[in-house]
């Protein structure tokens, strides 16, 4: 079973401390909206799913210390309180999407009391936790038919129950796989700068008992080329109307890979990473991160500290490289543009 990522405890948000992983299994309290966002920034809790409950949560946070019965004065604090998530971290949209179903509460109860709203909101905050918990397991049963027996699987980053509220979107697929008892081995990508796949994703593929070998970024394209790789399976932060998938920097090197070495490649994702709103990839904002992520391994300097650096968090996988999308309204094959569209009508407006 898989742990428990993010939960609302007591009035507060509990996490677990992602950074201290795989040395330590160590949670933390939220009890306001500032630490909540500290923690999304430095990655104390990350991963697209994970990050929109923390907003729908973060949002609690926000409304707690909120005093006097003023809906007017009421609602500005919760735009405001949504507008201050939204600058924590840009790329995942399910980020975006959870703040706007919590925003949308306050026009769907409008002329109601604060303490109404404060009810609705938290019931609309659950819901998201909920939802996002039931979603992982269809898509993980939906992607479990791609694994073949004995298939030898890919996957980067960390797409697991450490991503979402609990059991994780391409790791769901393997978790879903097990169950059924399928055969298979893993090759996790450690996925640098900040080691995702070889902190948390071999952590959890260990706990749940999954053959697991970890690789450094750079041994990928040497293992397809062996024919030791049979499909790779990636989450993803945004996923444009045309099927474009951001995700951890280094997956669009798979994808070109396992293009060429006709491996199929499969993007696992719920509903809440779409951005109907935007046509293309090259819409999707990429953010941007400290130098120190990359000049360092461990805590330790691997480079002059005046060297320049770049350090992007996320890359595009072009759609025309991707043979699947995995979501939980079953398994989107090309053409994306349509098919996407049959399946999901427009979230938000960008
Ligand atoms: O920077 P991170 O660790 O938040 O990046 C996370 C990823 O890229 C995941 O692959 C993505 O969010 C999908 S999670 C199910």
């Known amino acids: 079973m898989p742990v428990p990522t993010i939960s609302w405890v007591n009035g507060n948000v509990k996490i677990i401390d992602q950074t201290k992983l795989p040395h330590k299994l160590k949670y933390m309290t939220c009890r306001d909206v500032k630490t909540l966002w500290k923690a999304i920034k430095n990655l104390s809790v990350r991963g697209a799913p994970a990050l929109g409950v ?13 005093k006097g019965n003023n809906v007017k004065i009421f609602i500005k604090h919760v735009h405001k309180t949504c507008d201050y998530i939204g600058t924590s971290r840009p790329t995942a949209v399910n980020l975006f999407n959870a703040l706007d179903q919590m ?4 026009s769907r109860h409008s002329g109601r009391s604060v303490a109404e709203l404060r ?38 980053c960390n797409a697991g129950a450490l991503a979402t509220a609990d059991y994780g979107t391409a790791l769901g697929v393997m978790y879903s796989a097990k169950k059924r008892k399928k055969k ?7 996925t640098r ?19 697991t070998t970890l690789i450094c970024d750079n041994m990928a394209a040497s293992l397809m080329k062996q024919r030791k790789i049979d499909a790779i399976f990636a989450g993803a932060d945004r996923i444009a109307a045309n099927g474009d998938a951001a995700n951890k920097i280094g997956t669009y090197n798979l994808a070109v890979l396992a293009k060429y070495h006709k491996i199929p490649f499969y993007i696992v994702a719920p509903r809440s990473t779409f951005d109907m709103g935007i046509r293309s990839g090259k819409q999707i904002p990429i953010e941007q991160r400290g130098k120190e992520e990359v000049t360092s391994f461990g805590g330790r300097p691997t480079a002059p500290k005046d060297v320049k650096v770049y350090n992007p968090a996320f890359d595009v996988t072009d759609s025309k490289l991707i043979t699947a999308i995995v979501t939980e309204e079953g398994i989107i094959r090309p053409p994306f543009s349509a098919n996407i569209k049959k399946k999901f009508l427009p979230l938000r407006k960008s």
């Open 54 to 66: 923390s907003a729908a949560f973060g949002v609690l946070l926000g409304i707690k210390p909120f």
């Open 119 to 156: 009810k609705q909101l938290k019931k609309e905050a659950m819901s998201i936790y909920q939802q996002d918990r039931k979603v992982c397991r269809r898509m993980g049963d939906f992607g479990a038919r791609l694994i073949k027996a004995n298939s030898r699987i890919m996957t980067v």
């Open 103 to 106: 925003r949308a509460v306050l």
């Open 193 to 211: 700068p900040l080691l995702q796949g070889a902190r948390l994703t071999t952590w959890e593929l260990l706990r749940a008992k999954i053959d």
């Open 184 to 190: 298979f081995k893993v090759y996790a990508c450690e």
